[in-house]
């Protein structure tokens, strides 16, 4: 690697630190979660004709994604609140609100607002009274956490703004879309779920991750690499695309002491993660694998993971997203 030369994807920061996170999770918060995967104890639970799933704790009715956001925005948001200038949000989700959606298919017009990915952002900003800020919603699949999160820290990084609140939260339960993950055959069923083992297919999951980035804080964001990979519609087919991005983080964070892989437990997904992972130098960093304890939180499952992992008790950490459709990204974090 020649000194000075860019490398693609890649984006090195200086000025951004994660300042304070949570998420929820089968498992509950982030500290609650890191204790569930770390010791591998499975929170979903099994339905006969659903299977194994993964199902967060809040009230039921009209609005539950933005309740969801909003319990879990509460402390990030607490932390950069009352800091000085301009403010990014990027609470983002994948699919937009699939129980609004499901109104609006029923007759209900007014919800169909309210379904559309992006909205969340907005009204989460509502809730808090946040007044002028910059938005920055995104929707990569099930790397939409982490991209929502780069796009925040880019605007920090480039001095468009001085703090942000980013994250994504997805609530996919429904008979809709568990029936195309049914086609897709990639739900684990009634099989206990595993990673990067006999394959197994992903336990769907609810779930939300937020994070607040400021220029302080006892983590900083080191590294990013967003990649795509567009020789398949649904996944990721050249195996140069994800040893790139390992390859990128080696240089400038190596070592690290723990890798949160995305580990679906899906066959092709698995081997293809495995392949990048088992042939560099970092194939001896401990792995953590989220999804069979947590379930796999679809478009929130970065974000969900990032956060719980900033409860471990480590220095560098790596977090991987593969996102449906070649959306790629990878962070390395160190603490301050």
Request: net charge neutral; charged share 20%; with cysteine.
């Amino acid at each position: 690697m020649l000194a000075g030369v860019p490398i693609a994807g890649l984006r090195r920061y200086g000025r951004v630190a994660l300042v304070a996170w949570d998420c929820l999770s089968a498992a509950g918060d982030a500290r609650a979660a890191w204790s569930a995967c770390s010791n591998a104890a499975m929170a979903l639970r099994h339905v006969d004709g659903l299977g194994w799933h993964g199902v967060v704790e809040t009230s039921p009715g009209a609005e539950r994604l933005l309740r969801l956001a909003t319990a879990t925005a509460a402390r990030p948001w607490l932390a950069i609140r009352n800091l000085p200038g301009e403010l990014a949000l990027g609470i983002s989700t994948s699919k937009g609100d699939p129980a609004a959606l499901d109104r609006a298919l029923a007759g209900d017009a007014r919800a169909f607002i309210a379904a559309l990915p992006g909205q969340l952002t907005p009204q989460l900003a509502g809730v808090f009274g946040c007044g002028i800020y910059q938005p920055v919603p995104v929707a990569a699949a099930c790397s939409t956490g982490l991209y929502a999160l780069l796009g925040c820290a880019d605007r920090i990084e480039d001095g468009l703004c001085t703090r942000a609140l980013a994250g994504a939260a997805d609530l996919s339960l429904t008979p809709l879309l568990i029936a195309g993950f049914r086609a897709l055959g990639v739900l684990c069923g009634d099989e206990r779920p595993q990673a990067f083992g006999t394959p197994t297919g992903f336990a769907p999951a609810e779930g939300a991750g937020l994070i607040a980035l400021a220029g302080d804080g006892p983590w900083r964001l080191t590294a990013s690499v967003r990649l795509g990979d567009a020789r398949h519609e649904t996944e990721f087919r050249d195996p140069a695309t994800l040893h790139h991005a390992l390859d990128a983080l080696w240089q400038v964070v190596p070592r690290p002491d723990l890798i949160i892989t995305h580990g679906t437990g899906t066959a092709r997904g698995d081997a293809y993660e495995r392949t990048g992972l088992d042939a560099g130098p970092w194939r001896d960093v401990p792995r953590l694998h989220c999804k069979p304890v947590i379930g796999h939180c679809l478009g929130a499952s970065a974000a969900v993971e990032l956060a719980l992992g900033l409860e471990a008790p480590v220095k560098r950490l790596w977090k991987l997203g593969l996102g449906f459709g070649g959306h790629l990204a990878a962070v390395a974090v160190e603490r301050s």
